[in-house]
């Protein structure tokens, strides 16, 4: 990491927040951006728990993308956590993207957003996302809805799905970083260890293809991952965690069919997440009401002290 001592002059980065409400495409835009898959994404809310830290790395600038859990009424002291990491992402950043989704109507969850939003002195622009589920001719009338609300210093519309105007806002953020070292190397796209975004993919596949069976219930803690060189091959153990029995039955499935299915689909992103080949092991614990309980909550790599 560059020291900040030295600035290559007209070079330019900055740390930029993405917020706003579960299931909007803030991690399907980060993985977009950064062009491979360091963020889970799911179609069920509240897929991201800890603020994941993606890196761009352009010629003349570095883009330091933090994506958060949508921002909702916390049920558990997870969801407080969950909280507490969106909120203070908004502090101590260089711009805010407020993501919103266009095929959803401004709700109370926009409104509660947009009123935090009235005490950061940061810039913050409005991305609506999803514009490719929209007819054009709705567009004017949701950007005059937000602009009524709130002085955004952009208002940008895209997919983040199909790529539209993503480059286009790229350029809006590069006007608004200041200048300022590289402070990743080139080749670095993420903050996190190899072994959270590992624990991260078999999550994502574990919700995928459970559906609405099992909720957000359920961690991933992995025990062991090394490489092995006689094989050429990394070997990696993890502990799929539940809060009940009958949700271990599911993540097993019949005759082991669902874990196995998990860990097939798990093992081609880890694959491709580490170029080399991969032997997973998979098993399932339950852990008991895990999401209320503060032992179990650092335990699982929840720690409210570093944010």
Do not use: C
Not at 42 to 58: A, E, F, H, I, M
Not at 106 to 116: A, D
Not at 220 to 247: F, G, L, N, P, Y
């Amino acid at each position: 990491m560059a020291d900040g001592t030295s600035v290559e002059k007209g070079h330019k980065s900055g740390f930029i927040s993405i917020i706003g409400r579960p299931n909007v495409g803030k991690s399907t835009f980060l993985n977009r951006v950064i062009g491979q898959k360091i963020a889970i994404m799911s179609d069920k809310p509240q897929t991201t728990r800890n603020k994941v830290q993606g890196v761009l790395t352009l010629d003349d600038a570095q883009f330091i993308f933090i994506d958060t859990p949508g921002i909702h009424k916390p049920k558990h002291r997870l969801g407080d956590f969950m909280m507490k990491v969106a909120q203070n992402t908004l502090k101590g950043v260089d711009l805010v993207l407020f993501m919103v989704s266009a095929e959803e109507g401004f709700g109370k969850g926009e409104e509660f957003i947009i009123e935090k939003l009235q005490s950061v002195k940061t810039p913050v622009f409005l991305i609506i996302n999803k514009i490719d589920k929209i007819h054009p001719d709705q567009l004017l009338g949701i950007i005059d809805d937000y602009q009524e609300r709130h002085p955004f210093e952009a208002i940008v519309p895209i997919s983040a799905l199909e790529g539209n105007n993503v480059d286009r806002l790229l350029g809006q953020i590069k006007e608004y970083l200041p200048e300022g070292p590289q402070f990743y190397p080139a080749d670095q796209v993420t903050d996190h260890p190899e072994r959270f975004i590992v624990s991260e993919l078999i999550r994502e596949k574990a919700l995928h293809l459970t559906r609405e069976e099992v909720p957000h219930s359920l961690a991933v803690i992995i025990e062991k991952m090394e490489r092995d060189e006689k094989k050429d091959m990394v070997h990696v153990m993890a502990a799929i965690i539940v809060e009940r029995d009958s949700q271990k039955g599911i993540i097993i499935g019949k005759q082991g069919g669902m874990l196995k299915e998990i860990g097939k689909r798990a093992r081609m992103d880890i694959e491709q997440l580490l170029g080399t080949k991969v032997y997973l092991e998979l098993w399932v614990k339950v852990q008991k009401d895990w999401r209320n309980k503060m032992s179990r909550l650092r335990e699982f790599g929840f720690r409210e002290d570093e944010y």
